[in-house]
């Protein structure tokens, strides 16, 4: 019944998540850069070791310039074919919007579109991120063995409240496991420059679990139609 | 003829049927849709949708583009400044009945 009660303006912006594709394609690109990173750290030329961050701030550049293209190409085969696609209403186009107190028109959702994934998933991530620059590894590296449990945890708290109210939230388990994940990090010992890629190699693995498991259960769910004509009018 | 009788008989028969009202709703919660999504999302058969956004467009409500994204053919739905106009003068004058009985909060 819970459906009932939510736009349609939401549910669109809510079907940009049905595939679990953003998550997936998103998380893997925060192993496999993590992962390079790593690598030019141990093999790397002497000098320019220490600039592994680079590595995944480039990657991260890479991503964004390429995402909407990315997920554009893999929902075209994979999505639309099955379940249609809708175009959220662009944030901008509303801001300026007068209120209206009309129940029957369902107001389009403020905020909840695609590029909320954006802010409330992806900058925290990139903002962990920034911690890893040589700048501050020198502070960092005073709290040793916990830096990676605590990373771990602050992000998955920021992502469980940042999206708590969005329209793709995550359950607080989920969140939980990602925050238990990074105590492993307690026990483990990681030399030191290696902590600072963890919360971000472990916020991968568990955004593209959970993209991984969406994909899997909706491509079971949503079988292509069998001719054409489910996408022809 | 009582006034509410009155508003109920100038409400907008082309949105008042509950097909193309939802079809209507839907459109003004996004940008554009697709046949597909439409379809699924208002529990269709593909001819009623079919039936329904045909009067809907010679209405001026809705306009159809049927287009090409990469090889994967999209029939694309949207509301005309027409249908939005529509649409809300439907909602606005549905709310006056409804509040003139009591009816709505």
């Known amino acids: ?233 | 003829m009582t006034d509410q009788a009155q508003e109920i008989a100038q409400l907008d028969r082309v949105i008042h049927e509950p097909a193309r009202l939802t079809i209507m709703l839907i459109l003004d919660g996004v940008s554009e849709a697709d046949f597909l999504y439409l379809q699924r999302e208002g529990g269709f058969t593909q001819g009623n949708l079919s039936g329904h956004l045909t009067k809907l467009e010679d209405a001026g409500y809705v306009e159809i583009e049927k287009k090409f994204k990469g090889k994967v053919p999209l029939t694309l739905c949207r509301l005309t400044g027409e249908g939005k106009a529509a649409f809300a003068g439907y909602s606005q004058r549905m709310m006056g009945v409804l509040k003139g009985n009591g009816s709505a909060g």
């Open chain 1, 1 to 233: 019944m819970t459906q009932q009660t939510i736009s349609y303006g939401r549910r669109a912006a809510t079907y940009w998540f049905v595939d679990g594709l953003p998550e997936l394609l998103f998380g893997l690109m925060l192993i496999v850069f993590g992962g390079l990173a790593i690598l030019w750290r141990v093999d790397g030329p002497e000098y320019w070791r220490r600039f592994d961050f680079a590595i995944f701030f480039a990657g991260i550049i890479l991503y964004g310039s390429l995402e909407r293209r990315v997920l554009d190409f893999l929902k075209l085969r994979f999505t639309y074919p099955r379940t249609g696609y809708v175009q959220p209403p662009e944030e901008e186009e509303w801001r300026g919007e007068t209120m209206t107190t009309l129940p029957l028109r369902h107001r389009p959702p403020v905020r909840e579109n695609v590029t909320s994934f954006h802010l409330r998933t992806e900058l925290p991530i990139v903002f962990v991120a920034f911690l890893w620059s040589s700048d501050w590894q020198s502070g960092w590296s005073e709290i040793g063995r916990w830096y990676a449990p605590l990373a771990t945890l602050a992000l998955a708290m920021a992502l469980y409240a940042l999206n708590r109210k969005s329209e793709h939230p995550y359950r607080w388990w989920s969140a939980l496991i990602l925050a238990l994940a990074g105590l492993v990090f307690l026990w483990v010992d990681v030399p030191g420059p290696f902590r600072h890629p963890l919360p971000l190699l472990l916020a991968g693995a568990w955004l593209s679990a959970q993209g991984a498991y969406t994909l899997v259960h909706y491509l079971r769910t949503n079988p292509l139609p069998r001719t054409a004509e489910g996408v022809r009018a």
